[in-house]
Nanobody, 125 residues
Framework: EVQLVASGGGLARAGGSLTLSCAAS????????IAWFRQAPGKEREGVSI????????YYADSVKGRFAISSDNVKKTVYLEMNSLNPEDTAIYYC??????????????????WGQGTQVIVSS
């Protein structure tokens, strides 16, 4: 059974940090890219960051570049999103998702085969 389990969300103050985790199982981890998306109330889901598990190559949305860092532990089959310098605009439900690596590092939602359940991040001012 394929599973992506996202965790680590919570409440943070502006300027603070949180680290999200996405634990994967049931598929070939190295053959997939793992991305984090987020969806704020009343807004469309947007891509945040992607990592290609086969070689660790990463990609970030401009809105988080320099503040967020994505990493992967291929032994634990877990992807992390370290979020620093948080601001209220980062408030959203964060989802991890997996897409076959042949598609490259893209935030196109239709490319992602598997999705986690989401974890809520709230940043207070």
């Amino acid at each position: 059974e394929v599973q992506l389990v996202a965790s680590g969300g919570g409440l943070a103050r502006a300027g603070g940090s949180l680290t999200l985790s996405c634990a994967a199982s049931g598929f070939s981890f190295a053959d997939y890219n793992i991305a984090w998306f987020r969806q704020a109330p009343g807004k469309e889901r947007e891509g945040v960051s992607i990592i290609r598990n086969s070689d660790g190559h990463t990609y970030y949305a401009d809105s988080v570049k320099g503040r967020f860092a994505i990493s992967s532990d291929n032994v634990k089959k877990t992807v992390y999103l370290e979020m620093n310098s948080l601001n209220p605009e980062d408030t959203a439900i964060y989802y991890c998702a997996a897409a076959p690596r042949r598609y490259g590092l893209a935030f196109t939602i239709a490319l992602y085969d598997y999705w986690g359940q989401g974890t809520q991040v709230i940043v207070s001012s």
